[in-house]
């Protein structure tokens, strides 16, 4: 029961935050090896939250800000949704059953999205650099949450993958 003292709010904004930098980083380094270091933000920014179809490979600043915490609060609204499923998944055994199948879905319904919105998008994030993101991004979250949450590792113990809870 000690866990519930944990805030889903603030812990999931934490788990958001470590999940956000990860992505953010990853882009980060991609886009400067690739020689133009924030054009990731920058392009999603036009087209995803500014509407522009046929965006400008320039660095645009307002473009890259409203991105910059638009990404920021949905990786903190994954969060949150992650906490309370770990949260769940203590007292539920099956719930815990929900967490690969809730990667997965965010792995294709994000490059699905990228997919939807532009041919820009397309040629600038490949298939395995969306993968490598949000897989690093899914690492280092779950690694936070794995370590906040004893009662969880121990709920796994208690009742293995595929045993009856008792």
């Given at each position: 029961m000690p866990e519930n003292r944990h805030s889903v709010i603030g812990e999931g904004t934490d788990v958001g935050l470590i999940g956000g930098v990860v992505v953010a980083v990853w882009f980060l380094v991609l886009d400067s090896l690739a020689g133009h270091p924030?054009?990731?933000?920058?392009?999603?920014g036009q087209v995803v939250l500014?509407?522009?179809r046929t965006p400008e490979p320039s660095l645009q600043f307002g473009?890259?800000?409203f991105y910059t915490a638009f990404h920021?609060?949905?990786f903190a609204l994954i969060g949150m949704g992650l906490v309370a499923l770990v949260h769940w998944g203590?007292?539920?055994p099956v719930v815990r059953y929900a967490l690969l199948p809730?990667?997965?879905v965010f792995e294709v319904l994000f490059y699905g999205f990228l997919e939807i919105f532009s041919e820009r998008t397309h040629e600038l994030f490949p298939f395995w650099a969306v993968i490598t993101a949000n897989t690093l991004a899914a690492i280092c979250m779950g690694l936070y949450l794995w370590k906040r949450h004893p009662a969880f590792r121990q709920s796994i113990h208690d009742t293995p993958?595929?045993?009856?809870p008792q």
């Open positions: 924030f054009q990731t933000p920058s392009l999603l500014l509407g522009d473009a890259i800000l920021f609060i949905v203590i007292e539920n809730v990667f997965l993958r595929g045993a009856a």
